[in-house]
């Protein structure tokens, strides 16, 4: 079995009084731009990696704040896959024998929208929030820790090949 440690990027409207969100807003809050992973295997070591950019099809203008903390734009989204096709790309990356990890729920509401939005009809894998576990782990389920403190308490160097955006 290999673990995917998955980490998505979304853009989001510029202003809620703008036309796209006032089109899809209540059934795309966030739009999927980018499709990060990590495979680990069965020995808790990194074997692979992907990163698929997506391009936006209704939150066009990349929001200040995401694109500030991406470095993604327009100008490298515009030739991108669409939503669909990229996680074709990513649903074959993982193979069949795997579950995904993410750090917090959000990653996992935002694709679970994106693929009833886009109607993605591939099955996704069991996605598991490893910041809800950490925190039954450590007994503090009421504060949602960072991940560089949970990384800091099992002794876990940052690795500058794999930053966390």
């Not at 066009?60 to 096709?85: N, W, Y």
């Not at 069991?126 to 990384?151: H, I, V």
């Amino acid at each position: 079995m290999n673990y995917i440690v998955l980490d998505l990027e979304w853009n989001q409207p510029v202003s809620y009084a703008s036309a796209a969100y006032r089109k899809v807003g209540s059934k795309l809050l966030f739009e999927v731009i980018q499709i990060g992973a990590a495979k680990v295997d069965e020995t808790m070591q990194i074997v692979d990696s992907i990163s698929i950019p997506i391009c936006p099809t209704h939150y066009l203008t990349i929001h200040p704040r995401v694109k500030r903390m991406t470095g993604l734009t327009q100008e490298i989204l515009c030739d991108a896959p669409a939503f669909s096709e990229g996680m074709e790309r990513f649903m074959d990356w993982c193979g069949d024998d795997c579950v995904c990890l993410t750090w917090g729920g959000d990653d996992i509401s935002v694709l679970q929208q994106n693929v009833d939005f886009f109607k993605f009809g591939r099955p996704l894998p069991r996605m598991y929030d490893l910041q809800r576990l950490y925190g039954e782990l450590t007994g503090d389920t009421k504060n949602r820790a960072g991940l560089k403190s949970a990384m800091e308490h099992f002794g876990i160097e940052p690795d500058a090949d794999h930053p966390f955006h």
